[in-house]
């Protein structure tokens, strides 16, 4: 756990999905409310993001107005700064965000200033190889899965895996999940998998639909190197945090490793605990 200090007077991103229709007046609407303007914040909607790529390393923190997925967005492009960040949830689920709409104006101030912590949560750093592994094809980082498989073509793909440089097992299935704790309650739970604490510093190796290979979950250590390989001629597509669609040749292979920055969520210091949430928002409490 670790405080940060007061950033009332420190620079600001604020940053809305403009998918959502009334986030965009929203946004405005706070930033009006708590004075922030030109001179002490930025403001763009996850669209444009990229255009701002100049004002990251000056960024203290960044609000982020949508759900879940505008934030593992906002991570493909902050990654290389580790900007905290603060979610205000106007999606369904919000396992990541931190606050509701009706309570953001009365909350923001106090999280801007310094009365907060930052929690840390591993992310995950990918590579296509088709050679030697000194010169990767492409690069990319993921905050809650790395996926592989036919990229919903109704065929199996068989993924050779291996741990540590060591083959472990060949998949035959519909995919393969390679998941951070974050991403253990996403498409890895889905499937079968365990749910980690967020703050875990484990990899899920997670099938999906196996028909041949191991069928159940393996948890890595963080510093473990996981490299996955076609082994058929059919089409394979690796996607990170849902986004993103790169597809492999025959002879890739792509190894997956913890990350080298992790993702900095903004928490109040009276936390509610991470199981009372996660009953919550999967609908688990007893009704009766």
Known sequence: ???LGNLKNKLIGFIYNS??????????DLMNKLNYDK???????LDQLSQFENEFSKTSLVVIVGGDGSILKTVR?????????IGINFGQIGFMTELDPNEAINKLPEYINGEIRIEERMT?????????????????????????????VSKL??????????????????????????????YSYSAGGPILHPESNEIILQPVAPHTGLR????????SKVTLRPTNKNTTIVSADGVSEIQLDIHDKLIIKSGRYPAKF???????????????????????
């Open 77 to 85: 492009y902050i990654y290389n700064y580790s900007i905290p960040m």
């Open 1 to 3: 756990m670790i405080y």
């Open 157 to 186: 793909s068989d993924i050779e895996v291996s741990v540590d440089d060591h083959v472990l097992t060949t998949y035959r299935s519909d995919a393969v999940v390679v998941s951070t704790a974050t991403g253990s309650t996403g």
């Open 124 to 152: 995950l750093e990918a590579a296509v190889f088709s050679g030697i592994e000194e010169n990767p094809k492409l690069t990319f980082n993921a905050l809650n899965d790395v996926v592989i498989g036919q990229g919903g």
């Open 19 to 28: 998918a959502i229709s009334e986030t965009s007046f929203f946004i405005k």
């Open 266 to 288: 903004l928490r109040s210091l009276s936390t509610i605990s991470f199981y009372n949430t996660l009953a919550n928002k999967l609908g688990l409490f007893n009704k009766t």
């Open 39 to 45: 001179e002490n914040s930025w403001c763009t909607s």
């Open 216 to 223: 159940d979950s393996i948890v890595l250590p963080k510093d």
